[in-house]
Structure formats: C-alpha cells, structure tokens
C-alpha cells in the first residue's frame, strides 16, 4: 500500500492576547499534494492557475502537473471530485480532461507558485510593501479560492522546513 504524509492544514494567526486558529491550505503545503485517479495513477502538482479580476478572491482554475513522459499538464478544476486534507491528495476520476501545455501558453497563465508566491504585494492598511511568503486557499462553495498572503516571517520557516516548523502551537 502506499505510504501517506499527514499535512496540517492548520495555520494560527496571533493578534494580542488572542490566536485564532484558520483551518486554510497553504501553498506551501498545498503543493505537496498529488493528483490521484480511480485508475491509481498518480502525479505530483507543480503550481495552480487562478483567474484574476473575476472576483474579489482569486479562483483556481487549473492545476498543473508534469505526466509520466515529464510534459506539463493541465488539469481545470471541475475535473476535481474532491480533496482529501488528510492524505494529501486531489482525486479526479481520470485524467482525460487534462491538457498538454506549451511553455508559451503556460507564461500566459497566472500561476500561484510561480508569479505570486514571494511577490512584493501591498499592505493597504499598513501602507507598506511586503513579500508574500506563503498564501492561504479556501475551499467554498465548490470553488477554492485564494484568500490572503501570509507575510510572517513563520511562512518562511514553515517553507524552508516543509511544515515541521513555524505552523503554530500544537
């Protein structure tokens, strides 16, 4: 049977006195799941397209995977059957909606690890410029949606540790 990797979806937020636990995937550990078929085949997910300007908060429209034969692909989100947090896996029935992608039509894409993860963005309230270390996604409504940017130093940690540190008390 193959072997399952237990990722906290968890991420603590402090302010003051008081934390407040927020059970969002991040990026970070996000991209450490695998895209998963009723045939058993199985791939890893390189990076996440999302749709700009259609909303307030981002909607992912398409994972990205490399197949067998290293071609990147593309797979849109209403292909996905559901998500399963604690085995780190997204299932699809197959992967027949999947589509190659040029390197050309992939630089058109916004892709979340790729042009937003650690990109300078502005924090409005604190009229400051700051990196995005990490990002928060948000299952609602049959969408996952991009829903803020983690500008801790913890995220780095976090990120540099692959999870085994900076995630909060336990």
């Known amino acids: ?78 292909a996905v059957t559901s998500i399963d947090w604690s085995h780190s896996r997204i299932h699809v029935k197959n992967f027949d909606a999947a589509q190659p992608v040029t390197d050309g039509s992939l630089r058109q894409e916004v892709l979340l690890k790729r042009d937003v993860l650690d990109a300078l963005v502005l924090d409005l ?11 928060l996604l948000e299952e609602e409504n049959g969408k996952l949606l991009l829903k803020a940017a983690d500008t801790s130093s913890l995220a780095i940690l976090r990120r540099l540790s692959r999870g085994l540190f900076g995630s909060g008390p336990s």
């Open 1 to 78: 049977a193959p072997r399952c990797r237990k990722i906290s979806t968890r991420y603590w937020y402090f302010e003051s006195k008081f934390s407040i636990v927020i059970d969002m995937p991040l990026l970070s550990t996000f991209l450490q799941f695998r895209v998963c078929d009723d045939g058993g085949r199985r791939y890893d997910l390189d990076d996440i397209a999302i749709a700009l300007l259609e909303s307030d908060y981002p909607t992912v429209t398409h994972f990205v995977y490399r197949n067998s034969e290293r071609q990147h692909m593309m797979l849109p989100w209403h």
């Open 125 to 135: 309230f604190k009229r400051v410029t700051t990196r995005a270390n990490d990002l």
